[in-house]
């Protein structure tokens, strides 16, 4: 089993920066994909961001694109979302996800995090 972890989350003013963090325990983080995603209020979730199990190969969401940057340090089972230029519209609950994968995807995960609140508001 894997049990994963946000933490990072808060409130911020548009334009600025947070970094989510996806702690994870239980199992070796080196054979598991993580995806980041997103649910935002009276939305359905959404893939945000994910990175294959060697870290070397990420994906981003359009709306994301050359704002959010993905990082994972397997020795420490740790997974990042980096999160610069935040607009109104990224303010979600966060959530981190695994799949026990090799290459990147953004359904079939296997292990959820509780998520993080994220809200862009000045």
């Known amino acids: 089993q894997l049990q994963l972890v946000e933490s990072g989350g808060g409130l911020v003013q548009p334009g600025g920066s947070l970094r989510l963090s996806c702690a994870a325990s239980g199992v070796t983080l080196d054979y598991y994909a993580i995806g980041w995603f997103r649910q935002a209020p009276g939305k359905e979730r959404e893939g945000v961001s994910c990175i294959n199990s060697s870290g070397d190969i990420t994906n981003y969401a359009d709306s994301v694109k050359g704002r959010f940057t993905v990082s994972r340090d397997n020795a420490k089972k740790m997974v990042y979302l980096q999160m610069n230029s935040l607009k109104p519209d990224d303010t979600a609950i966060y959530y981190c996800?695994?799949?026990?994968?090799?290459?990147?995807?953004?359904?079939?995960?296997?292990?959820w995090g509780k998520g993080t609140l994220v809200t862009v508001s000045s």
């Open positions: 996800a695994a799949r026990n994968s090799l290459r990147c995807y953004y359904y079939g995960m296997d292990f």
